[in-house]
DNA sequence: AAAAGCACCTAAATCGATTTAGATATTTTT
DNA sequence: AAAAATATCTAAATCGATTTAGGTGCTTTT
């Protein structure tokens, strides 16, 4: 019942070659080497019978490479980072490799232990979507030679190669689709992380639309944490004040859904009583009632072209632009959540009507 | 910019003592190996300057652990996975290990494959959910001494952990509520990956519930691929034969998802023309109109009971009811979809309307 | 002063695979 | 038949950390 690891020793033993024999065989280097047919044959069918499983740990540690690549992401619940795992296992298993993935929960000290912790793991490279505040940390350890990728998220001038989408101009169609609509009272709701890029160049793109357009912008952080309840929070005293907003800007796919939620919840009306957009899409939103506007990112592109640039550092090869930012661009698909509505009166006053 | 690791070797080195000593002190086992005072302080400091970081495959290799753990699931995209996933990692980080993460996409040669991986990799033991037909091969690897644990699928009598759900009584509670509301013409979504044991209850409940009311169930497997698109030609069909159901139950989110979307596109009111229930409760189920009645699963119980049963493996301790199955309860939350609403001729025949 | 005790440390084996320099036996060349 | 060439394989170092059985020099005991 215990479990008996059989290594190349037993082989060798067992067939009566040395341990070189066997290694050379197992890795088809038997005729480069010069070994016999008869003892190929006989090493592999005994590796064969003995249900032989090279230990990757030894081969790792003689060989200085694992086959195995770290992935890093604020939440792996989250359906966006979900795909973007199941695309990094996929082009990983391609060649042959796989994917140790960890949840940093937006705490730079939780990403910096688990950089850390990779690394001693011997990850061959690390994809990171980081939570960090500025790039001197990481770009420590990439000019150390950790092969690094960040994607999602990125710093100016970093240095390490990066690939994100172009979130200003999301927030900046957005804003746009919402003034040509007829909207005038737009909100965002963004995050306490705002100094993370994809937040921060999302509100910039938004803000820098309406500012165009000479409309000012009611700007919410919603904190860390119970962001459903602070959303229905916010949306309840704005209603109290009377200073509803006629749109709204959610500036990632866990917020939208709070918002959907809370409006449930209160009896606010998408779009009637409020417009609403979102960034990142999510297959529900394009059938329900009402369908939501919101900005798509090509997680396929994004995570094609970071492991293609992660191969690249490991496999040490020299590739033009290498530590530039890659920036890909966005969808913007609008639907009904954002269709505009003439106001009257008595549909405002239908708000919150059963609480 | 060359990666120069820094070995044990270099820090006893540097401060002028042995290997040995080095490592007692970087394992806190200075005092019991009656290591001076002063010599512990030099070789923490050295190795604090030199930025020294243990090799974790050497470690690994000297002491037969990893502290890494194998996760295997059929699509690490699907929300319900994902979820696991999330909860697991956590786990696994609370004892200072990683979780790899693989998806097999219900493939059981590529599950195979993963496995014998992930074993090659030292993993320290396994979580899976199995698309394997039975547990034979499961058992060899489980009696050969490989911790393994059963998560979500699992196997009549097959001596190896599992911590699964109610999922016949899932399908039956469905059955019951819908029998009781009203509804009379019921069908079963299910998947042509029939043999996996969630599936097979949900569906075996489901019937057994309505036999005891003598009534027929319209079943429909549908095939893995392009779900979507073949729900939809499903109840394109069955509303040219006048032959629709009055109420639906969808064995997964997938299939729900999938639903929703097509009664969306085709013009079906839910419920007034169909009900619609699900196994696997998501977010936004609860407030989309109509909310969606669905059955969830206590998914933070299951992951924490599976790796308790695994830790208990990998620590060789014995434990009480090893090998057994473990059965949670699931709830049935029941929303807006499966209302009944009296039928009438004219709502009938709007469906389709806009086709 | 020899023996014993103690504090502190070292040498070397070990985990399992890879790789290279060279050993041995056989065959071919001259 | 001796030298050279060839075919086939082996020994041993290596990757880096852990662990255990000792070793060294000092102090204390008798």
């Not at 770009?139 to 240095?159: A, H, K, M, Q, T």
């Not at 169609?173 to 003034?179: C, G, M, N, P, R």
């Not at 937040?199 to 938004?206: L, S």
Request: charged share 25%; net charge neutral; aromatic share 6%.
């Amino acid at each position: 019942m215990k479990k008996q690891r059989v290594s190349l020793d037993d082989i060798a033993r067992s067939v009566g070659v040395s341990k070189a024999v066997v290694s050379l065989v197992m890795n088809g280097k038997a005729e480069q080497y010069g070994i016999s047919e008869r003892t190929r044959i006989r090493v592999l069918d005994r590796a064969r019978d003995l249900n032989y499983k090279p230990n990757q740990l030894a081969r790792g540690l003689r060989l200085g490479y694992t086959n195995t690549i770290g992935l890093i992401v604020s939440d792996i619940s989250n359906s966006f980072y979900a795909a973007i795992a199941r695309n990094i296992e996929d082009l990983a298993a391609s060649v042959g490799s796989n994917v140790i993935i960890c949840s940093t929960d937006e705490d730079i000290e939780k990403e910096r232990k688990l950089i850390k912790l990779l690394r001693n793991r011997q990850v061959d490279g690390i994809i990171l979507s980081s939570s960090q505040e500025n790039a001197e940390e990481l770009r420590n350890y990439y000019s150390d030679g950790l092969p690094l990728v960040l994607i999602d998220r990125c710093f100016e001038n970093s240095g390490i190669p990066s690939v994100v989408v172009d979130n200003f101009n999301g927030g900046k169609q957005i804003a746009e689709h919402l003034s040509k609509s007829g909207f005038q009272k737009p909100m965002v709701l963004t995050l306490s992380t705002s100094h993370i890029s994809t937040v921060k160049h999302r509100v910039e793109g938004y803000k820098y639309a309406w500012q165009q357009k000479g409309v000012k912008i009611d700007t919410v952080e919603i904190p860390f944490g119970d962001i459903s309840g602070a959303v229905s929070e916010l949306l309840m005293t704005r209603f109290k004040q009377n200073f509803m907003p006629d749109c709204l800007f959610a500036v990632n796919n866990n917020l939208a859904t709070a918002v959907l939620q809370s409006c449930n919840n209160l009896g606010i009306r998408i779009p009637e009583d409020m417009a609403l957009t979102c960034f990142d899409d999510l297959p529900y939103f394009s059938f329900i009632k009402p369908s939501v506007t919101a900005v798509s990112q090509p997680i396929s592109d994004i995570c094609t072209q970071a492991f293609e640039i992660l191969m690249h550092q490991i496999k040490q090869e020299e590739i033009e632009g290498l530590g530039k930012l890659s920036v890909l661009s966005i969808v913007l698909n609008i639907r009904d959540s954002s269709r505009f509505v003439i106001p009257s009166d008595s549909e405002e006053s239908k708000i919150l009507k059963d609480k």
